[in-house]
T-cell receptor, first 107, second 113 residues
Framework: AQRVTQPEKLLSVFKGAPVELKCNYSYSGSPELFWYVQYSRQRLQLLLRHISRESIKGFTADLNKGETSFHLKKPFAQEEDSAMYYCALTGGNDMRFGAGTRLTVKP | DGGITQSPKYLFRKEGQNVTLSCEQNLNHDAMYWYRQDPGQGLRLIYYSQIVNDFQKGDIAEGYSVSREKKESFPLTVTSAQKNPTAFYLC????????????FGSGTQLSVL
């Protein structure tokens, strides 16, 4: 069964500090991993996907198959990064989400 | 204006009543999904459909039903069998095999009177 675990419900950092949002997954095949973000009063939207290996808004995420992790990182957090972040996984037919981490970046 | 539209924004259900949440998209997406969002539990998949007249159960399908008579529409019915229906419901759509294009609606908040 596919499962996504985000161990931190809340994460608070100061502006300019590094931030890492953890995501672990379980899946028997080769999954695709994603990070979705929901800013205040906005719709849930895609932030990045592991296949693209890109940096979006300064965020990066590396798929570690050995540790089955897909942690989201940013070296210098900004106040506008405050949002709800969801890690998600698909094996091809559907998309499963983690419980989410609410990130607060304090000035 | 292309996108995915959910209605109503707020919905109230009486005990023993079935209610239907609407989801419409004009993005020409083949796949559509329903998620339930509860505080601290993230998004849980209720049902999904990849093609007209076909749909599959997600992780928490009990107490819910769906139909996919048209490509553009994927309504969700919360039946009286769902004992804890109060939640925020999100509909999403995507092209088949391209989950980067998973677009979400603005959601429906369902509450029990």
């Amino acid at each position: 069964a596919q499962r996504v675990t985000q161990p931190e419900k809340l994460l608070s950092v100061f502006k300019g500090a590094p931030v890492e949002l953890k995501c672990n997954y379980s899946y028997s095949g080769s999954p695709e991993l994603f990070w979705y973000v929901q800013y205040s009063r906005q719709r849930l939207q895609l932030l990045l996907r592991h296949i693209s290996r890109e940096s979006i808004k300064g965020f990066t995420a590396d798929l570690n198959k050995g540790e089955t992790s897909f942690h989201l990182k940013k070296p210098f957090a900004q106040e506008e990064d405050s949002a709800m972040y969801y890690c998600a996984l698909t094996g091809g037919n559907d998309m499963r989400f983690g419980a989410g981490t609410r990130l607060t970046v304090k000035p | 204006d292309g996108g995915i539209t959910q209605s109503p924004k707020y919905l109230f259900r009486k005990e023993g009543q079935n209610v239907t949440l609407s989801c419409e998209q004009n993005l020409n997406h083949d796949a559509m999904y329903w998620y339930r969002q509860d505080p601290g539990q993230g998004l849980r998949l209720i049902y999904y459909s990849q093609i007209v007249n076909d749909f599959q159960k997600g992780d928490i399908a009990e107490g819910y039903s769906v139909s996919r008579e048209k490509k553009e529409s994927f309504p969700l019915t919360v039946t009286s069998a769902q004992k804890n229906p109060t939640a925020f419901y999100l509909c999403a759509s995507s092209t088949i095999g391209d989950h980067e294009k998973l677009f979400f609606g603005s959601g429906t908040q369902l509450s029990v009177l």
